[in-house]
Structures are given as C-alpha cells and as structure tokens.
Nanobody, 115 residues
Framework: QVQLVESGGGLVQAGGSLRLSCAAS????????MGWYRQAPGKQRELVAF???????NYAEAVKGRFTISRDNAKDTLYLQMNSLKSEDTAVYYC?????????WGQGTQVTVSS
C-alpha cells in the first residue's frame, strides 16, 4: 500500500516561511516524479513544483524564487520550503507522486497566510 502523508501546514504571517513535508510509505526511488499541488477556495488545483527521480525541478511562475522543492531519500520524504509567503499562497497543499503511470495523493495540509 502506498501512502503519502503531508505535515507542516499552519498559520503564518505574510512574509514568513513554512516547510511542508510529505512522508512516503515506500522508497521514493519508486516514484518517477514527486510534486506539490495546491488548491485555494474557489480555484482549480494547480501544480506548485515537482522534482524528478533524476533531481530536475520545476516551479509554477507564481512561486518561482520563493519556494524550493527537495527530497531526503534516506527518510523517504519530500519537502517544500516556502519563503516570503503571500496571502495568495493560502491553500490546501497536496503531495503527489507518480509510480510509472499510477498517481498517488496525500490527504493535504492547510496553509493559511495572514495579511
């Protein structure tokens, strides 16, 4: 059974930082791609960032320069370091991973940025 569990969400003031974690129940070497998505109220779920098994990263324009995606293979954990947070970053953040053609999702963690 593949499980992804996010943590690290919470309430933070604008300009602050937060670090999200996604712990996988299997080796993250199993996944071709891992990433973070977010969904704000009334908006479609959008890709925030992803990292490939080879270590290549990509970011949505809205977060480029502020967010950093990384992983710790020994801990089977994916991270999202979020700096210079804005109110527009408020959303439920989801961990996502693809194993070959199969996709998996975490339960989500709420990030709220106050102005």
């Amino acid at each position: 059974q593949v499980q992804l569990v996010e943590s690290g969400g919470g309430l933070v003031q604008a300009g602050g930082s937060l670090r999200l974690s996604c712990a996988a129940s299997v080796s993250i070497f199993s996944f071709n791609v891992m990433g973070w998505y977010r969904q704000a109220p009334g908006k479609q779920r959008e890709l925030v960032a992803f990292i490939t098994i080879g270590g290549s990263t990509n970011y949505a324009e809205a977060v480029k320069g502020r967010f950093t995606i990384s992983r710790d293979n020994a801990k089977d954990t994916l991270y999202l370091q979020m700096n210079s947070l804005k109110s527009e970053d408020t959303a439920v953040y989801y961990c996502n991973a693809f194993m070959r053609s199969l996709g998996y999702w975490g339960q989500g963690t709420q990030v709220t940025v106050s102005s």
